[in-house]
């Protein structure tokens, strides 16, 4: 396993699209573990491929109950609606106000390329949002409402 550099905004590969996983290789298996080490090693709450230059649709998300992987997901269902201050790896220092849904209900194929759903609110709700915009080169400074804040990298809610 090991850490991989996180781009960063401006970086042309986070406005891309990525592509689906057609099965779990080796590679992928490796891409995976690498995300997680990734993500933990900076303090995440998820990382999405992109954000570690490759475009492949996974994403990895730990809200502190556990990691989660999602390959090639699909968000199904979306309800209410929750306003809370992200950040991101891949936009160090500065945080903003995003309204997203409360409740959300994804499709996905987990590291085994076997198919389940995954419902979550709040923070996970917000997470999986944030890392699937991710996936179709969206990042969250384009959703914020009023001005992107300075903060300290350890503040963040979420990513």
């Known amino acids: 396993m090991a850490i991989r550099n996180v781009r960063e905004i401006g970086d042309p590969v986070l406005n891309k699209t990525a592509k689906e996983v057609k099965e779990i290789t080796p590679r992928v298996k490796e891409l995976i573990e690498d995300m997680l080490e990734t993500m933990y090693e900076y303090d995440g709450v998820g990382l999405a ?50 309204t997203r849904p409360n409740h959300v209900k994804v499709e996905a194929y987990d590291a085994n390329m076997e198919k389940f759903e995954l419902e979550g609110t709040e923070l996970l709700a917000r997470a999986i949002c944030h890392e699937c915009d991710h996936l179709d080169g969206k990042l969250y400074v384009d959703l914020v409402e009023g001005e992107l804040m300075d903060t300290d990298q350890e503040d963040f809610d979420e990513e």
Not at 62 to 80: A, R, S
């Open 49 to 98: 491929a992109p954000q570690v230059g490759i475009l492949k649709r996974i994403v990895v998300i730990d809200i502190g109950e556990g990691p989660i992987v999602l390959v090639n997901p699909v968000i199904t269902l979306t309800e209410g609606e929750q306003c809370g201050s992200e950040g991101c790896l891949s936009v160090p220092g500065k945080a903003g106000m995003v």
